[in-house]
């Protein structure tokens, strides 16, 4: 099945600066690798996408860049806001399967300090 | 468009009884999945259904586990003999999905969870 690894585990950014985390699968047939954000006691949000017939998607401050030589995505805000601070897993799909099932990385808790 | 929703948002029980969960997912998806969360971890895939038909189950699914889809919209979960280390965020999803035959992702979209502490 796939395994996902995301890194870092942590990242502490200063407001108005990047963040960039990182996730490599192993399953090279893995074509979807979605993105959620979770806050404190919320469900996991989804905030972009990337299907593997393109290598970068963005939507305002949020880009997703895809390698699919390498087998690994990255996420990237610009801009970082106050409000950005949450944790952030990246996830694939669970073998090759007909259910779109999810499997998530361990998560990347992000804070942007003021 | 209401968004997937979960009942109730937090459950505290004892050892040994049982629980049950409910999700009412997004009215036109037809897929359904439980995930289950514990602290500092990823989101684990434990079943899904495609409308009411069962399609998969993870090894995480004890038989102390079961999910219902009768008639293809909200969903159960139960746990019988709950023990302390059934505690987690239990989470539901649904999607849109447009077959049953090779790989279609689909984008999920999460409920808020259901917080489970078994004492």
């Known amino acids: 099945g796939e395994n996902v690894e995301q890194h870092p585990s942590t990242l502490s950014v200063q407001e108005g600066d990047s963040a960039v985390i990182k996730c490599t699968y192993s399953?090279?047939?893995?074509?979807?690798f979605p993105w959620y954000k979770q806050e404190l006691g919320k469900g996991p949000q989804l905030i972009i996408d990337?299907?593997?017939?393109?290598g970068e998607k963005k939507d305002q401050r949020i880009a997703v860049t895809l390698n699919k030589t390498a087998k690994h995505f990255s996420l990237h805000i610009t801009e970082t806001q106050p409000e950005d601070s949450a944790v952030y897993f990246c996830?694939?799909?669970?073998?090759?399967?007909?259910?779109?099932?999810?499997?998530f990385g361990g998560g990347t808790r992000l804070m942007v300090k003021p | 468009d209401t968004g997937v929703s979960q009942d109730p948002r937090h459950k505290i029980t004892k050892r040994g009884q049982n629980v049950t969960f409910r999700c009412d997912p997004i009215?036109?998806?037809?897929?359904l999945y439980w995930y289950r969360q514990t602290l500092g971890q990823g989101p684990e895939f434990l079943t899904y259904?495609?409308?009411?038909?069962?399609?998969?189950k993870s090894r995480l699914l004890s038989d102390r586990f079961s999910a219902e889809r009768p008639k293809g919209s909200f969903s159960t979960l139960e746990i019988q003999r709950t023990e302390q280390g059934d505690s987690a965020m239990y989470l539901c999803?649904?999607?849109?999905?447009?077959?049953?035959?090779?790989?279609?992702?689909?984008?999920?979209?999460f409920g808020p969870g259901t917080r489970l502490l078994v004492l």
């Open positions: 399953d090279s047939a893995s074509n979807y």
């Open positions: 999803a649904s999607s849109r999905g447009r077959g049953t035959s090779g790989p279609w992702q689909e984008t999920q979209y």
């Open positions: 996830a694939a799909p669970l073998g090759n399967n007909a259910g779109n099932m999810l499997t």
């Open positions: 259904f495609q409308n009411e038909a069962q399609l998969e």
């Open positions: 009215s036109e998806h037809n897929r």
């Open positions: 990337i299907r593997s017939n393109v």
